[in-house]
């Protein structure tokens, strides 16, 4: 019983996690400024980040979760690049 509630579960979390992926990436097509567009894609890269969770705990190897650690760090890394340059207009001092 429990198996089939935790396969029911995953598959509805990647649904509402596919759902929220359409919906960031509508905001950055579509944002009507720049700093909602940065919004936009650090919601896209934190939903893709736990996509792929949920397909590690589907699949039961850690290679998604390895990968969900690196789209972390660079998504972390890029939002953090693309605010200063929104805010002062260069990224490298």
């Known amino acids: 019983m429990s198996v089939a509630i935790l396969s029911w579960s995953l598959l509805l979390a ?3 996690l ?3 992926m359409l919906c960031a990436t509508w905001r950055v097509l579509r944002g009507p400024r720049a700093q909602d567009r940065v919004v936009g894609l ?5 939903n893709g980040m736990l996509m792929l969770v949920t397909f590690g705990i ?3 190897t850690s290679v998604y979760f390895e990968a969900a650690l690196v789209i972390a760090l660079l998504g972390f890394v890029s ?3 693309l605010a200063k340059f929104l805010m002062r207009g260069e990224v490298i001092e």
């Open 58 to 60: 589907r699949a039961g």
């Open 42 to 46: 650090d919601t896209l890269y934190m």
């Open 79 to 81: 939002t953090a690049a």
């Open 18 to 20: 596919g759902l929220a």
């Open 14 to 16: 990647q649904l509402m």
